[in-house]
């Protein structure tokens, strides 16, 4: 199965979880939310979602398609959702995403590269600040994502 990594430790960040959870129920989603307590996390259910709070992610390797975090943790991913957090847009500059003073998205929410997603107050189109609000965003994301095809298997799987 595929994996969708989500940067984030806020409030857009569970917004984007939240609906790919729901259109998507058993996908393999990795969360890293550096900092963030564990406690905040009550509304998932165990083994939901790969939480990773301990260490930040330090860069994305959009070739390999992974991420690696200050522990030496790195974790490939198929989709990636920048759901801005205060390390984003230096990760989206350090890998050579198109930005100007935030990362530059189309109406999918996709980035310069279409695997990578920026949500949230980092993200802006190409005529300014992005017009749709963070909850629109996350099911423009989470909508974008699963009709890729990716959850092809667990589609299947639910049907049969």
Known sequence: MERIVIIGSGRTARLVVE?????APGAALTLFAP???????T??????????LEASPVSIDRFARTVTSTDGYRRGFQRLVLACSKSTP??????KLESREKILV????QTSDGYIYAVGECAE?????????IEEQADIVAAHICASGIFTEVEFALTV
Do not use: D, K, Q
């Open 19 to 23: 609906r790919l959870l729901v259109r």
């Open 35 to 41: 900092g963030a307590p564990e406690s905040s996390f």
């Open 43 to 52: 509304w998932l259910r165990p083994g939901e979602v790969e939480l990773r």
């Open 90 to 95: 230096e990760l989206a500059r350090a890998a």
């Open 106 to 109: 189309n109406s999918h929410m």
């Open 125 to 133: 189109s190409a005529i300014g600040a992005v017009s749709a609000s």
